[in-house]
């Protein structure tokens, strides 16, 4: 059904090669939705941070690819399972999982009104080069594809391999993160997790021997996300394009915003079409930012300035009331709008959910007699951190004032 | 002289740590005229076939920075002999040694009139936040740090340093290039290079027990140039590229550029000012080429679709001129112009020149006897390379015509 | 007090290079009792796994050695507190700290009546090239290098860079380890526990932001343990050595082992001296195990025969008492005693012990409000760790009769 | 005809797992003759200088095994062109082809008169457990392996991979001990090797597209020789060894060997059998030179402590005939035998002969229209070595006198 590809290459640091074999799968990299992805950071703001984290989720997107495709190689019992067609479904839907992302994903997604799991279904359903090439093929593929990625397709393995809490997407993106940010905390041992997959019924389980393994993994995502993707210095750099996300919010009716058209277009659609949400990546986005610098609004063009060269908000933890109301007072003195200059989080995050409601989502161990179980029951040590106190941190972001350089 | 700073470090992939110890160092990379470096990729059009090679000039320039930095700490002598008031002024041309380069670095200088190193020493000199850093500390800083990168100092060790064949600069992105196209060619024995480094006279110099690192290095460069940077892809995108700017050069005095203001106004100025080319990065241009694929002018409209959705032109060897009087039939049977739908390129390199006439670039081996000879008198692998045939590669790129997907 | 020497090095994978920078150190290095720790491997067993695992406890020595000297080059404030006088004596300790090691170290202990560290001290104060050398000095500098190694230094800071739960020792072969065995478990970031080591009264602490890195520390040793230290084939190799060298125990007063002189002097002298220990080695036990091939002791012969061609023990869980009682049935069935042929160990690993009683072994982190805790009362995962079921695992092994290839 | 086995692996750092897929390659792994290259180190004296270096032909083996069955798996057309049993044979070779190593393999030979290649063959055709597990295959069997090892099978291809210039065994160990020195000047793209691997007519081949991952496997070759190969030190270690093996020979009837009864009886043996090398490994070795330290004659006690406590000889350029001599002079008024205590050598080596008589030991090159030519026809770089002066170094050793530390 799918037409063969002579065999094609990417280069990639983490995988070697990437490994191309059918021409559906060729085709849907060079269409215009998906080389769109080239122009969206897979880390958003981390890369202030780290700054060598520039990677996109172009290339993290062939990575999930490419660990799905070796799985349906490598794992032992899988390929007997799937038809070859479904295979190829599979492969899809990890290769375009991420279209439906704005810029700056996360912090985009507090003005987009719908997230960007639905925005992938759209474009994969909707009047897209990707629709066309999968409609071509058959006119159910596309459904078939979304349903992977929006958990409603009757082979519940092929969701798993594509989105569970041991699925090819986590696996991409802990080591590429890792790789390009230059730490050390996100290695695990790819090859080691596959080896010992297997299939056991309706489900991918790991065999006793990898558990290890999987706890590694566990740990890795532990790390990253208290090093890389919580980094203080990040969420500060977070804080102030939230902040400016809002004010072009409060904005958006406004003729203000005439000069940044298809951000407008984007803010003022109640349901903010397809089409304006591919119109928008970061290139446009950094382009509008140096515009609101010369903003007749002094907020945008104070926002905007920070942005661009760096002048985040200064951060502290958040131990009782007394900071917020201080920081409050200091903002009011300097006629900066609490609504915009001050901004909150706490953000926890456990490693591992052993009680998911979604059964598809869990990581399962298969013993020597053949015996399934729940990861948590089986490894002491992911058992303890499931039970143990969830790490939080809380903290206060808002302008360092009269000092320059009030980023430090 | 210059204000120590308690110990500030960025996360470097390559070197580990990029280590900060002074206020000027820090003041300078929060610049906005180096924060914009984060928005000119190091590697041009190369992305488009090593998809991961997204980093940019902001940390290639911290690399510089951090390699000149650990041969002042490391070289025996090489401290003692230089002040540390030239240390600093050293670091800082390592540092600013890129500020002049426009979006798609080389590319971009066709139409640039300048090169970006004379950019370089403008923006240092010029009206803008970086020589208001260094002049704040001394009026004479800005031209010191200006005459390294310009080869006028008189301390001809501090610009062996910075530029020759055996740089900081050099060393950095092969060893960067190399990691982030995950390509190992590019990767040689810094550390080992650092330790075998010694002054003689006016010279840094190598001992000769470091002459294989320095072979090695210099195989890397070799190798580095053939499989990246003149890959035959690449040169299909810059082609595309280069045609498109030739195109906005003709058109440049048209009201069809007046929805992109800032190109505009840097092609039409004389000789384009600093604040033209500092209001151009490749977020804007990348805006503006998406922009151009509603242009009322074809060509604009054609060859930016090509470049943002990687419909690269199509290449041949060129072994003699029947090809490209064909390809010209072909391109006027279709009411192409060759002046943008066809390009040549003729690409040698060598990657050790013996025959510099200005000395200081050459590399140098100290003998156990203390005498120092060029390198080309004491290595048989590099006497042969340089007295060997040069290698050259000459390319026609023009599109297929009539074929779906004419980028394969 | 120390004579400088000028800089040599050693190459290594894990640390680059191990600078030497005193005479004593190289002086030690040379000594006949430091170059027999070549003849020593590491892993002891776990080369029959893992079988790159080959490297040996001197090149591990080499590396403690390595990672206190940076320490006290790059711990802020540490060098501040020691004298140059006690560096070098901690050097000296982190280089020496293996040297009474028998051979396959940890088995070997089951007939050596003293454990290595008391051997460590007697060669370092006995009759030997190493006291010679350190004697020659200073008097009194054998017996300080020795008081680090037995904890009786009054300095705590010492004994902890050398010795602790976060220690040299621990660091070096956690990597080394993993680099050897080509397992990415043991990785953690080197670079940056040791930059956020600091100094707080009499103890090494590590900053809060460096918590992370301690964490992954800590999981290292988990998953070395129970993936490479605990590997149940390894433990399968050991229970054969362990049964050979109780025969050997058993037979000491016999003319048997008048083959293996350097042995019987060791095994039937009633506290072994020092000569006795030094006089073995792995080449030696090697050789002996060849000899014991054609010995008249038929159990000799079978348990060395099975040593040299890997033809090791069967092993199971032990889940009940049923188990070994069948093995023991089995076994005097075929006229085999299990006195030699069956072996249980029952092991148990917790990476980090908090109720440690000598404070000086426990790992300490400092906050910003310069307030120093423990580590499980500050790390939630080293908490939940440390208070989880200890993981335990209990094997019995004993050989699988009748069968060709018995040690699959 | 060859028995599947269920997929076996081993851990390697190298290629991240060897994979056994037959019962014979298992059986063969686990042959006595086989476990015996556990106890010869691949690098011989390299160890000394680069301590590292400890890693075993055993493991090695594996590796030349598993590049050779990778080649198998995924050179394009290989496959195809040779049977199953043809693939098998061919892997045995690549296991087996170092059996005939002595210890301390090429000094060794100095006293073997026979070659280690001669010797695999009369191990694999001799009564040896690894004859056994062939033969009960098919008789016919253990010729078929060794014509592989000694290039008289009819299928050039087969001797291609296994030994040529381009072969898995030089691939594996360039990579190995590149890894296990930690030097970073043996790596080359073994991925990229591999993938641009072709069959035309009766040779292997690599596409044009591959030539830079030849030329830089060609310079890896070049640097590992200078750098780690040919090492000074190395080659001060080997002077003494071989001195010892020359003082052995010459003692060879006399009593004073009794005392190593496997080493006299290989070397008074007109033509030492196989049971006689396989009964002398590193181990058995190093136990004789420790007991040689207290042997009465005063050459061999020298010589022996000198070894194993690492007292090598100096070395100096030999220039001219004035140093032989005046070395011979400083001997003699030393009363030291110049036959033992002086050496010289001289060392070159192109890492690429273009001239072989022997056409499959030559690379080739196969072009877009499938002409296929010699290596250095077609690239520049490696014409240019070939052609140019070839590398030389001569070296005079002996031994430093009355100087405490004479290795210095």
């Known amino acids: 059904m ?16 990437i490994n191309i074999h059918e021409q559906v799968i060729w085709d849907c990299i060079n269409s215009k939705e998906f080389q769109r992805l080239r122009r969206i950071k897979q880390l958003g703001a981390s890369h202030q941070v780290y700054q060598t984290a ?42 375009l999982h991420d279209l439906g992302h704005g810029p ?15 925005y992938t279904e759209l474009i994969i359903l909707g009047d897209t080069e990707i629709n066309a090439i999968l409609s071509a093929i058959d006119t159910r593929l596309p459904h078939q594809v979304a349903s992977i990625i929006n958990h409603s397709h009757p082979n519940k393995i ?56 999987v706890e590694d993994y566990i740990m890795a995502r532990y790390h990253m996300y208290w090093n890389v993707y919580f980094h203080a210095t990040s969420r500060a750099y977070e804080a102030v394009l939230y902040a400016l996300f809002r004010r072009l919010d409060d904005l958006k009716e406004s003729d203000l915003l005439d000069k940044y058209p298809r951000l407008k277009t984007f803010l003022v659609e109640e349901v903010p079409r397809v089409e304006s949400l591919l ?4 290139a446009v986005m950094i382009y509008y930012f140096s515009e609101m610098q010369s903003s007749e609004d002094p907020i945008l063009r104070d926002l905007s300035t920070r942005l661009l060269n760096r002048q985040l908000f200064a951060y502290e933890d958040i131990e009782d009331d007394v900071i917020e109301a201080e920081v409050i007072k200091m903002l009011e003195a300097n006629n900066l709008d609490p609504r915009y200059y001050l901004a909150k989080d706490t953000l926890g995050q456990t490693p591992y959910h052993p009680y998911e409601k979604e059964t598809s989502m869990l990581i399962y161990i298969i013993g020597r007699d053949q015996e399934v179980k729940e990861l948590s029951e089986v490894s002491e040590i992911v058992a303890a951190i499931s039970a143990g106190k969830e790490k939080k941190e809380s903290k206060i972001f808002y302008p360092k004032i009269k000092k320059v350089g009030a980023y430090e």
Chains 1, 2, 3, 4 share one sequence.
């Open 2 to 17: 799918f037409r063969k590809l002579t065999h094609r290459v990417f280069r990639d640091p983490i995988h070697g090669y």
């Open 54 to 95: 520039e990677h996109s989720r172009f290339s993290h997107s062939l990575g999930v690819y490419e660990i799905t495709r070796r799985m349906f190689e490598e794992v032992k019992g899988l390929a007997d399972l799937v038809t070859n067609y479904d295979q190829t479904v599979t492969l899809l839907a990890a290769l």
């Open 104 to 118: 700056f994903s996360h912090t985009f997604e507090s003005v987009s009104r719908i997230d960007h799991e639905k």
């Open 158 to 213: 092929l969701t798993q391999l594509v989105s569970s809490q041991l699925d090819a997407d986590r696996m991409d993106y802990l080591l590429r993160d890792a790789y390009f940010t230059g730490t050390s905390y996100g290695s695990f041992d790819l090859n080691r997790l596959i080896r010992t997959m297997r299939v056991s019924g309706e489900r991918l389980v790991i065999k006793e021997s990898g558990i290890h393994a």
């Open 279 to 282: 119109a928008l990546d970061e």
